[in-house]
Structure formats: structure tokens, C-alpha cells
């Protein structure tokens, strides 16, 4: 088979990706463009602002990306777009942009499951043996993947309710902290070195399922027994930097015994697999990837997780996933629509 390239653009929540995939050299170039400074202001992802950005930003990253590789867009064979899942406006900023220059020129389409992506952004930077299992966990999803192949997984695992990144930002907010709640989170357990001094409730151990809605409510109302919070204005009543910092490390210490319970638990149902990897936004995250890592350890296997750029969304793992799917001739039409 002749070496290809192939277009990865990703516009599935608020961030712009594209990237390009080269199928014998590898990552050519990655571009993206991130809405967080225009969240922050507005404490969280407001869909109608994100899809506009989407707007304005698609047509300069994919440029960017194409002249990142030293490209022009005929040189593309593929283009590959994250379809779903995620919030419809913004979804259907790459996807009809997808469209567009497909149709116009000429080149194959693929629709890429947004999921499928971060559970192979790992691959980005390693190898990894199959089969392998895969924690995703970002401000959208939470679930366990049994993954056996490119393109072959299995869910053995979710949320029932919220994902831990929303967890992490719902309880940065009550605490008055800036959006995205995670990484003010991990600052602030770790200045108290992680310690767990409010023993928030672990969910249920014989399940490989994950809530974590409970967690706010459970943190919630801890304040309010303290006479922190005000239910009626819904206020926190303190500015205590030293009361935020230990409900952020009982916080991160609760999700992660959640994950280090899970892993474990689905290591004993599957002990056929060669390694761990732990993907998505919350993989930034050192002090869970150093619980993960532990239990990978104890089973003698190899632990994987993105560089922070490819566990956050990005186009490069779009355009690695298309990058197989061309070679497995899984092509889309141009009717392609969106799914939530
Ligand atoms: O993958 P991502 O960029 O977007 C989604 O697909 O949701 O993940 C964003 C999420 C946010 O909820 C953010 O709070 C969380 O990832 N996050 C972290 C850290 N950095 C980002 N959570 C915990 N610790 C971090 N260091
Ligand atoms: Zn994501």
C-alpha cells in the first residue's frame, strides 16, 4: 500500500483541532486553538458560545495544521472528523467543514467516534500491546475500555451520572474556584500533601460502573454541617484557603480510590491484559496517574498516559484513528451526520 496522509479535525466540545497523520512517518503536525480563557470568564462551556468559536477558528487550524506539516490540502488523501459524541453546535462545525473540502476536493471522509480517539491517544507517543485496558476519564466521560485491536473495543465500564472532570469543575465552582476545576484542584491538594480529612463517600466497590454525582452532594452538604454554605443563596460563607485545599484533597484522594478500586477490580476480571493506560483531560492529573500506575506496578504491567496536549481533545488523535480506519478501507459517505 502506498503511504498516505490523512487530515484529523476535531470540534467536538471547546476546543479546535486538526492535525496531520502521516501513515509511515507518523505525526506531521498538530494545531489548536483552545476556548478556556473564554470559559473562564463565563465559569463553564456555554454550547451557543462554543459553537460560534468553532466557527471562526476551524478555517485558520486546519491551515495552520497543513502548513505545520508543509502541506497544501491536494496532498491530503483522507480527511478524518470526530462525528460524535458531543455538543451538536460544535459537532457540526467540523463536520460540515469536513464536508466541504472532501466534496470539493475530492478526497475520502471518515466519521470518527470522539471516545475512539482518546482511548488511542496513547498510541501517539508508544506502543502499546493489546489487549490492554484504557480509563478515559475527561469533563464528558468516565468508562472503562477492554480494548483488543485498533478499531476493536469493548466498554466494561461508565458513569452513571457525571464524569470525574465534572465532578472536579461542579466542585471547584462551589468552592468560588476558576474553571476548569481540575488542575485548581490538584494545586490545591497537593499544598496540603494530599491528605483526606472529610472521607467523602466511595461508590459502589463490586461494580466496574462509576457516579459521581453523589461526590458534589456529599461535598455539599459536609459544607453545609460546617456552617460553610448557605443553601438558600447558595453561597460559600468562608473564604478559608485552608478549608478549600482540604475538601480539594479529599476530593482527589475520594476519585482516587474510586480509580484505583476500579482498575484493580477489572484486572481481576481480565487478566489476559498486557497494560494500563489512562487518557482524556483528568489524565493530566500526576497524582492519579501515580495511584494508576501503582496498581500497574503490582500486576508487573506497563502503565501509559498522553503528554498533557493529547489528553486534553486534539485533532492528532482524530487523525490517528482515521489514519487505521483508511487502512481498513472504513470510509464514510458525504451524507455523514452528526450523533449526540
Ligand atoms: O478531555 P478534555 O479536554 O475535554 C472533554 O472532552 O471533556 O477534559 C477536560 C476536563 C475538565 O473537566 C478538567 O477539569 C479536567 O479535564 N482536567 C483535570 C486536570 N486537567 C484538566 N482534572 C484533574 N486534574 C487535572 N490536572
Ligand atoms: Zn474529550
Known sequence: MKPYITLGIETSCDETGAAIYHSTQGLLSNALFSQIELHKKLGGVIPEVASRSQLEKIEPIVTSALEGANITLSQVDVIAVTHKPGLPGSLLVGVCFAKALAWAQQKKLIGINHMEGH????????????????????????ALFLVKDFGDYELIGHT????AGEAFDKIAKLLNLPYPGGPEI?????????????????????????SFSGLKTAVLYDLVKRKQYDMKTKQLLSDDQELKNNVASSLLVCIGDIFAQKMALALKKYPEVKAITFVGGVACNKYLRKRLNTIA????????FPSPQFCTDNGAMIAFVGNYKAAQEKFSDLDLDILK
Open 186 to 210: 490538584e494545586k490545591r491538594a497537593q499544598k496540603v500533601d494530599f491528605i483526606d480529612p472529610f472521607n467523602y463517600p466511595r461508590h459502589n466497590p463490586k461494580s466496574l460502573d462509576f
Open 160 to 163: 452513571e451520572d457525571d464524569a
Open 119 to 142: 482511548i488511542f491517544s496513547s498510541f501517539l507517543e508508544n506502543d502499546v500491546p493489546f489487549p490492554h485496558l484504557c480509563l478515559t476519564a475527561s469533563g464528558g466521560h468516565t
Open 297 to 304: 506496578e503490582s500486576h508487573h504491567l506497563p502503565f501509559f
